[in-house]
């Protein structure tokens, strides 16, 4: 709270100059007729937030109490028995100080950024925790009005998303949560209608096939739901259900997907068994009149008939569709295929979950896309990491950009906005680690840096990177390409498993180096949180506790010798909470 003539805009020094009776701040904003009971200098029914009477001796003393520590610079009484103060110079002003509750948040604040399994540059929940606001799976990602907005399942005293705005994928400002009331709501998918006015949100609210509206332009103000009346044939077909919905919209029609899960709650169909659900579609012209498309696939792929279908997003992706999505067993996994006549027939299937925590749970879990302005497709996903302190518990991957060249594989690399978060560019080229030896690097360490490494061709049967190395080059978390196995592992070196688990954070992706071709890493340490991309066709995450002084960086070689260049970054802090 300040009151008099302090130079708070530049261009305007003077802002106030000349005498007060009475100082009061509400809570809300008062009517007229409220405002034209009020009196200087008496008290009234409407109980101010904060109250300086000037008529008073000591009237450099908050009457509410919300402010217990007041300054006066040079504010004064020309006569002691005045019911006015003087602010007619501009050096003459008042000034609160800080009360204990805003000095005990500040601390508290700064202890929570000062913990060292707190990453600085992934996306996470500002306050969450596991009781009462964990996140959960991503469901709103679109640009809108020039922001991304990007919202999550948010479980607090209600159910809500967790929303925040980006103008860059990087830099995120936390909005205000959505509330849905208790009916709560699972994972859904967003569009932006035909005539671009309006953003809507279709989900199951009250597990209800639904949807939500919004145009504002922070999009914080969301209608009730719209439930959707579905065709009476529905009803007739024993594979649909209400489950994990997506949408998009497609020439005239809005198009409406339902996922599967086993065990989802709802009546029994009689002799349906448990693995019967399918993937069903539904389309509108109007978002009024629904037809049923039935299947939504024409098959599925062997071995995978006892997956779920959750978390689904449907695009189109270089010269084919690509339907990604989470089973809970796998993570997250993707089918590539062929979209025609209102069927998805997929023709490849692989997981993307390769990485494991301590829990078994794969870390790479539920995920989100969007088409951004200049047609990156563009995901996010939320990270089952378990990184210690449950405050953080909601923490998401960095943004990826998804894409399918002519070659049919797909690519997977950390989106170029990243690159502005970089300082303090570090190199060491030409290093050479021969057969059994490791060679620490001189000039790079850190736990929140950017590494690109790239090894030349070699012979070698076992090599790579520790990574947050103890002064010995152990306790690390080690990055390893097998080129016999055909495998990127990751595995902890801790010499004790980490406090409360009794297994190890572990990894092993398929990638396997074309003939003469180098293998190029660009690994994101974020604290506790590494994110490795293997020459953009795979891509891993893992966590790692260490001590803060355990942050060594060592190249290892066995079987052969390996030559090496590393180029890192400092990496600045992106969330500004």
Not at 247 to 265: I, M, Q
Not at 283 to 306: A, I, Q
Not at 465 to 475: R, S
Request: proline fraction near 6%; charged fraction near 30%.
């Amino acid at each position: 709270l300040v009151v008099g003539p302090i130079r708070l805009v530049p261009i305007r020094p003077e802002s106030f100059k000349g005498k007060i009776k009475d100082v009061r701040v509400y809570g809300r904003a008062l009517t007229r007729e409220e405002i034209l009971s009020l009196k200087p200098n008496q008290s009234s029914s409407i109980q101010p937030f904060s109250w300086l009477d000037c008529s008073r001796e000591d009237w450099v003393k908050d009457q509410a109490g919300k402010f217990p520590e007041i300054k006066n610079r040079g504010a004064k009484k020309e006569n002691p028995k005045d019911r006015h103060v003087i602010f007619e110079e501009r050096t003459r002003y008042i000034w609160s100080v800080d009360s204990e509750a805003v000095r005990l948040a500040r601390d508290f604040r700064q202890r929570l950024m000062n913990d060292p399994t707190r990453p600085t540059y992934h996306l996470l929940n500002s306050e969450g925790d596991l009781d009462r606001n964990y996140s959960a799976d991503p469901n709103i990602f679109v640009y809108w009005k020039g922001q991304y907005h990007f919202s999550y399942m948010n479980k607090g005293d209600e159910y809500a998303f967790g929303h925040y705005t980006s103008t860059d994928l990087v830099h995120w400002r936390r909005r205000g949560d959505c509330g849905l009331g208790g009916g709560g709501t699972g994972t859904g998918g967003t569009v932006i209608t035909k005539d671009g006015k309006k953003v809507l949100f279709f989900s199951r609210f009250g597990g209800k096939p639904s949807y939500i509206e919004a145009s504002d332009e922070n999009l914080e103000n969301w209608s009730k739901p719209i439930f959707i009346d579905l065709p009476p044939e529905v009803d007739e077909h024993d594979y649909w259900i209400s489950w994990d919905h997506t949408a998009w919209v497609e020439g005239d029609y809005y198009y409406l997907y339902s996922g599967s899960h086993s065990g989802t709650p709802g009546p029994p169909r009689p002799g349906a068994g448990k693995w019967y659900l399918e993937p069903t579609l539904l389309r509108s012209k109007d978002l009024k009149k629904w037809e049923f498309l039935g299947k939504f696939m024409t098959k599925d792929l062997p071995g995978l008939e006892r997956q779920d279908f959750s978390c689904a997003d449907f695009f189109k992706l270089g010269n084919k569709h690509m339907k990604l999505l989470i089973s809970h067993s796998w993570g997250v996994r993707y089918y590539l295929g062929e979209w025609k006549d209102n069927k998805f027939t997929p023709d490849f299937h692989a997981k993307m979950a390769w990485s494991y925590g301590h829990s078994r749970e794969p870390v790479y879990w539920a995920h989100k896309t969007y088409l951004t302005p200049d047609g990156r497709r563009v995901a996010m996903t939320l990270l089952r990491a378990n990184l210690g302190n449950t405050l953080w518990s909601g923490t998401y991957s960095l943004p990826w950009e998804l894409s399918l060249p002519e070659d049919g594989i797909l690519r997977i690399k950390p989106v170029r906005e990243l690159e502005q978060l970089r300082y303090n560019k570090m190199t060491e080229n030409k290093i050479a680690v021969t057969n059994g030896g490791q060679y620490r690097l001189k000039q790079i360490s850190g736990d929140t840096i950017e590494l690109k490494v790239t090894v030349k061709p070699t012979n070698a049967t076992d090599f790579g990177i520790k990574l947050l190395c103890d002064q010995n080059n152990q306790e690390a978390l080690k990055i390893s390409y097998l080129p016999a196995q055909k495998t990127i592992s990751l595995r902890d070196e801790k010499a004790e498993t980490d406090p409360g688990t009794n297994t190890r954070a572990r990894g092993d992706a398929p990638f396997e180096l074309k003939e003469g071709e180098d293998l190029n890493l660009r690994i994101f340490i974020d604290k506790p949180l590494v994110e490795i991309f293997i020459n953009d066709r795979q891509a891993v995450v893992q966590r790692h506790f260490h001590k803060p002084e355990d942050v060594g960086i060592c190249l290892y070689s066995k079987g052969g010798d390996i030559e090496a260049d590393v180029t890192a970054w400092k990496m600045a802090a992106s969330n500004q909470w």
